[in-house]
């Protein structure tokens, strides 16, 4: 089965760290799409699974993003704080909807993560990514 989502180059930020990070939760991703074409007896255990796993890393990584934001003064930390608390709200509702048995696709919930994470890179990282590089070619900040 091929991925459904593939890292790209353009979607790397420069610091290795976070791009690192990024395409581990892209494979997240590919993961929980995988756990859904599971047959209806096996997509609820495997999406669960998964889904937990992507929870605890999600909570690495936006930790990471911050603790960097936070040593280096980034202007943007607040409004990026934030989105990343949206998302861990918005992802703990839907998890909170599938335990429950509401009327719930696991599948439109793999679209929304790709969808986030590619969009959230595409826009808040790489504006962090070009700050930490203004910063280094300034001197200010070592890798």
Known sequence: MSDFVSWRNSYSIGIRVIDDQHKY???????????????????GEKFKTTIQSAIEYVGVHFSTEEKLMERTNYPGIAAHKQAHKIFVQKVLESVKEFEEGKVYTPNAFVRFLR?????????????????????KQQGKLHS
Do not use: S
Request: aromatic share 12%.
């Open 25 to 43: 939760l892209l494979n997240l991703t590919n993961h929980l799409y995988e756990a859904c074409t599971f047959n209806d007896g096996l997509i």
């Open 115 to 135: 969808d986030w994470v590619l969009e959230h890179i595409a826009m808040e990282d790489k504006k962090m990514g070009e700050y930490f590089l203004r910063l």
